[in-house]
């Protein structure tokens, strides 16, 4: 009976998303259906969620950036010119897959709702930069890259020191270098291309 009444609540808080937030895109959803999920008030109805509103919203952001560093790493892949920018490409679909993956098992576990794809402002920057070719294309997503890797590295040093939940914090601390590796090595390039 406790399955179907969750069933229920879920079912019934999708529906009233896509009637009432039709707008909302992937992140925005994941962060609402975090809400509801508020061990505080609901917790028998939607069956908790494991960490503190703080540290979900860290995982939905984390995953926000790391989907569209995939998303914008395959475009790179078949737009790039120039080879550093390919490879660089290349670095960001696997690496930050792997960190996707790894993030995706601990919200599962945590009962954290993680978004499906990249948010509205990161679909518009894919979309920007599928417009572009050549050494216009690399050099917008070189730019893109410096931005989105100081943010990354930001949230994650934020995570590394303020997460209650000890796996997401774990996670934060193992992916921190990772992305200042991400933020050198895009650094050399754009330097590399004045």
Known sequence: ??????????????????????????KENADSLNKTKDTTTNVAATGGIAVTAEDAKFATDAANGGL???ALGKLAQTKASNPQ????ADMMVTDHGKANDE??????AKNITLPAAPDADHQKKLEDLAKLSGKDFDKAYVDAMVDGHKKTLDLMNMAAKDCKDSELKAFAVKTAPVVQTHLDA?????????
């Open 1 to 26: 009976m406790k399955k179907l009444s969750f069933a229920i609540v879920i079912a019934f808080a999708a529906c009233a998303m896509q009637s009432c937030g039709g707008n909302k895109d992937a």
């Open 68 to 70: 569209a560093e995939v």
């Open 85 to 88: 920018v390919k490879n660089f």
């Open 103 to 108: 993030l995706a098992a601990i919200a599962k």
């Open 186 to 194: 895009i650094n050399r390039i754009h330097d590399s291309m004045k």
